[in-house]
């Protein structure tokens, strides 16, 4: 099977002048793993419908939402531009139609997104602006697709936006793993990582939503220096190949990673989702 990737070009936004390159890294990832002969032949694009400002009520305040996307309030990179704002909608619809496809369907998907775990309830900080996790995870909740919801949020930084959600709504039907609650060094992350089957045990999920975050690596100017590239490399395969054997659905995302080369380029962050990547099609195309 060809792996699906939930992508549109108006997820994309150029026009931005955060430090984060997240809000233009969907084209940019997409566009490298199709360069890529071994890994374009093993993905496909799948379209989708972007979601309504409506959709956002379930997880933030109105008042919120109505005023970020009217451009009256920053945006989460701290800015108030308009196309921003736009391809809110389609960020956080990739990631919403991704996970409706494997609770539908079965296996894996790609939904290439960054910018959800530091969005709170009425909130936007840390280059998110609303928390696609938490829309995703309620709508399929809320669609009866799915009864439990786990939440594995291997980007460097918590996901306190996601905490203040699940808390402030009383989503005892998610388990959240996140940096800082769950895990500060490379010890407790690797512990979870290796014992990726207990927890999907104790977690019972229809839905594992797994933020893939670039920013773990070593040399990241804004993560924790937690992980080598080896180190990520294990966690890709260790959490798709528990998935993949206990045929729990499985979406993954980008979330954070700020390297850059000499150039001023994000191949570095590039390349580690390109790992990611050849992970996912080595489990669900190669039976890994």
Partial sequence: MKIPIFFRPEMSCSVN???????DKPKKAVADWFSRPSIAASIAIQSFEPITEQTLYEAHSPQHVRRVMACEEANGFGN???EVAHSLLYTIGSLVAACEHVL???????????????????????????????????????????KRVLILDFDAHQGNGTDDIIERLELDWITHVTASKSYETRHECMKIVHQIDDLLLEA??????????ADMHVNDPLGAGLLDIRDMAIRDEKIMSACSRRKTPLVWNLAGGY?????GSIEPVLAIHRQTMQACIETYNNGR
């Fill in 104 to 146: 539908k369907h079965g296996g894996v998907a790609v939904s290439p997104t960054s910018g959800f775990h530091h969005a709170g309830y009425a909130f936007s900080e840390g280059f998110c602006t609303f928390n696609g996790l938490a829309v995703a995870a309620i709508t399929a909740h809320n669609a009866n697709l799915a």
């Fill in 204 to 213: 019972s999920p229809d839905l594992v939503i797994f933020q893939a975050g």
């Fill in 259 to 263: 390297q850059r080369d000499s150039k």
């Fill in 80 to 82: 108030q531009i308009p």
């Fill in 17 to 23: 002048s955060s430090y984060s390159p997240s809000a």
